[in-house]
């Protein structure tokens, strides 16, 4: 059954350091069949006894039928629950549940699309440059990081893509400016039909900005944090608005990761519009 | 032999004693995804409100030691759409529903009392008291005991009588048991405790408070002895009152520590963000520590540590300190 998650007690199988990033090879066999692109896992950290009581959402970077099926986590240790990941070693196990989200939507026929990563968000775009390869699509990367070490899989990019445009803010790599300076000329280059963007809420606002100015479609997977990643907690909502013209805070993790970039409202995230659904003093209001 | 789990909230029979927190299961749905629903005693709703409400801005959440603070504001598409879309849902699939409700005034709470009086597939009410009464300069209904009643009187004069209404109690008071008298008094058949205490945490990056809305409900193991004692207080002093004990429950061992202290229900919260099987898994706990301790029915446990014992009986299951 696609999409459906499960919880599963995967073994780490190998972990490495990819430039500044942490990646965990899990044996995961119920998460691995059911993936597709832009899904993610949420992991329990801490051990059982731990006092950290909320999960870790965290992208697959690569799906394996090794072993009866492994995934690939990327990720940066930013606090005590990623560095706690960061200090796990072969053979200790983890609990996972996933794949969660929705994944990607596809494009029917081959198209020429531009996959547009910032930092380790770059790490989702993988699978989906697959599967996109798979359907006869033609694919361009543009990465951008803060600096060299910072740009993620920039060697793997280069393997599958007819171009690869790297960006870093210092200038140690590629083109020095944000990935969002080169893509005007990435997207005219290409004729890119469609544009698939990961990374902080900043770049996604910058690239959907572009999308728009191209008039081509552009899918956004949104990165925010997450206590549950299965829906029930209600805390990683942002406002997108939806088939009918409403604005909704929706969440994240169910309703996302991935959305129509101009359906979310990234000048507004962190708030609640005044026009939003159920919005405090004004909104679509329905008072009984 | 196994035990007995069925238990009571008031005169409604739960298979078993484990039930979610309100705002922790989303609309059932998402948890159906796990396991059945049926395996639940109750589902509890999050809090319908009259109006469909967007809550609060992120960030919503932090997580805190051995807890997490949430300010999520009740969001949530208000009661027109839950009766259309999300009760019957579970009332179709026959899953027994406890209904949370919230409001702003008495007059919002009776009103939606009022649309689920005849609503399919309501097995209780949960009175959500920890809302702000907005004719009361937002202080919350809960921590008067004289607003409170109000809510609860108004719901049960235009509630059914076989559809129990159980008054959920905040922490953040002086005198719980006097909050849970004055609401028993005013007719609540059963009462919930603990709703999460108020805390607040600063993202010293930032120099800024970590919630977008500043303070929130603290939840998780950190208020487990917070809900212990509220359920040991009121017990004692209204032993006839049925109480859901709620509070950082995350194991069938936390579970049990509620219902010696008089709880005949248990709900789990923050436990199913971190595990989606939290409940199934307490519950098969929570009966293996009752046949552990040759209980053959949980009724028998209710309120036990309430039981006078003699002194040698103390020190024996104490551990020294010296």
Known sequence: MAGTPVQVTGTVLTTRRVDAYHALTVVAPG??????????????????????????????????????????????????????????????????????????????????????????????????ADALLERGCRIDFALGAASADRVFGAMRARRMAETTTLTTEDGSLGLRGSVTDVLPAVIADTHADAIYACGPMETLRAVTAVAIEFDIPVQVAVEEAMACGIGVCMTCVLPVIGDDGVTRMVRACAEGPVFRGERVRFEDVGTIPFDALGAPGGGVRNVG | MSVDMRTFLAHVELANPVTTASGCAGSGRELAQFFDLHRLGALVTRSITMAPRAGRPTPRMAETPSGMLNAVGLQGPGIDAFLERELPWLAQRGIRTVVSIGGGTVAEYSALARRLTDAPGVTAIEVNLACPNIEDRGRVFARDGGAAAEVIASVRSVMRYDVPVVAKLSPDVADVVAVARACVDAGADALSMINNPLGMSIDVDALRPTLAAGTGGLSGPAILPLAVRCVWQVHAALPGVPIVGVGGVMSGHDALQLILAGACVVGVGTALFHDPYACLRIERELEELLQARGFHRLADAVGLAHRPTSRHLLVDSEESSL
């Not at chain 1, 020429?112 to 775009?125: I, M």
């Open chain 1, 31 to 128: 998460v691995a069949e059911r993936f597709r692109p832009g899904h993610f896992v949420s992991v329990a950290v801490g051990g059982p006894r731990t006092s950290m009581v909320t999960r870790r959402a965290l992208s697959i970077h690569d799906v394996k039928p090794d072993y009866g099926g492994t995934v690939e986590l990327v990720f940066t240790a930013t606090g005590p629950g990623t560095s706690w990941l960061a200090e796990r070693r072969a053979r200790d196990t983890l609990d996972l549940v996933g794949p969660l989200g929705r994944p990607f939507p596809l494009p029917r026929d081959p198209a020429s699309c531009v996959l547009v990563g910032a930092e380790y968000g770059a790490a989702a775009l993988f699978p989906l």
